[in-house]
């Protein structure tokens, strides 16, 4: 028997319990999953950023914490975390993130606004390029990023992806490091964050990367709000370098209400709801996850605590 204990929000207990111990019984684990296990007793954690949990150092003998997001900005630097750290990796989260950048990136390609909000009798013939005109770079091609860039090559975007190490993905061109940070971001249309966010990641929009980027393009942001700094988004979107900034997370959330996103009339905010975790998806890769290390192998999607994501 497996001690699992489960701590995120209480308000979120009630969606979980039920669809992980389905997933712990489909992997044939037999799990006692409980809000209280005593800390040395534990197997292993189901963490959210948000739960009672934020010393790890009594749960002595547990094997792995499964973060419930995939954000882990929040726990990787915790001291006391000296346990494996697996953040979500689960294909209905990925699906809703696809979902929500290729229907924004499409609102902005096809200026959709224009006939959306302004119903006023005018007949306004303008044709927007078609895809294949219109560049689009997403900074971040992980899990998230790369399905993204999938999607929006099927729709005929010429996308360029951007990440740490080399790689080699199908249908993008795949960009690294500083000089291929310039070479992303050089004469973009589109720009879509999909970052983590780590001490390396923080500002990578500013004054000087925003300057690269074609005149009047459109930035959207599921990533996370320190990416960008705000003040040179800003001015970028007052001068006209950037005609639109979505922007889905934010530095300090919820969104302070006095905030000039809110108001600005080129900046359209989402309350982070890009993408979600959903209870039985994420219980089976939690479950699966967890059955692999009972069996010896290795965790998928472990966090590098170097890297910081
Ligand atoms: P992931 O699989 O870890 O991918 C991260 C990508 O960022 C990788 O391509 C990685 O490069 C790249 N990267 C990291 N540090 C970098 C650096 N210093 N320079 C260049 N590239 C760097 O993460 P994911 O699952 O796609 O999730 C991405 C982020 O989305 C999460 O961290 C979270 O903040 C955000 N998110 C938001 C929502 C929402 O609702 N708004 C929902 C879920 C997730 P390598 O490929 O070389 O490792």
């Not at 809000?35 to 150092?57: K, R």
């Not at 964050?193 to 001490?199: A, E, F, G, I, M």
């Amino acid at each position: 028997m497996l001690n699992v204990l489960f701590s995120a929000k209480p308000a979120v207990w009630e969606e979980y319990e039920a669809p992980l111990r389905n997933a712990f019984t489909n992997v044939g684990l037999d799990v006692d999953l409980a809000c209280d296990h005593a800390p040395a007793d534990v197997d292993y954690i189901v963490f959210a950023p948000n739960g009672p949990v934020t010393d790890f150092s009594p749960y002595t003998k547990t094997k792995a914490v499964m973060s419930l997001w995939a954000g882990v900005e929040t726990v990787v630097d915790n001291l006391t975390l000296t346990q494996p750290l697996c953040r979500l990796v689960d294909h209905s989260l990925t699906q809703g993130m696809v979902e929500w950048v290729v229907g924004h990136t499409l609102r902005h390609h096809l200026g959709m606004d224009t006939h959306i909000t302004r119903q006023d009798g005018v007949w306004r013939e303008a044709f927007p390029p078609v895809a294949t005109d219109r560049p689009v770079t997403i900074l971040g091609i992980g899990a998230l990023g790369a399905a993204c860039g999938q999607a929006l090559h099927q729709l005929g975007f010429p996308v360029t992806g951007w990440s740490r190490s080399a790689k080699d993905i199908p249908n993008l061109r795949c960009l690294h490091g500083d000089d291929g940070l310039t070479a992303a971001l050089t004469d973009a249309e589109i720009v879509v964050l999909l970052l983590p966010q780590t001490p390396e990641t923080e500002n990578i929009l500013n004054t000087e990367t925003l300057g690269l980027l074609a005149q009047g393009a459109f930035i959207i942001n599921p990533g996370r709000g320190p990416l960008i700094d705000d003040d040179a988004l800003l001015a970028a979107l007052d001068s006209g370098q950037i005609a639109h900034a979505t922007l889905d997370v934010f530095r300090v959330e919820p969104l302070p209400q006095d905030h000039r996103y809110w108001a600005h009339p080129q900046v359209t905010v989402t309350p982070h709801i890009a993408s979600t975790t959903r209870p039985e998806t994420a219980s089976a890769v939690i479950a699966g996850n967890i059955a692999r290390g009972e069996a010896d192998k290795p965790f998928h999607n472990v966090v590098d605590r170097r890297f910081g994501y």
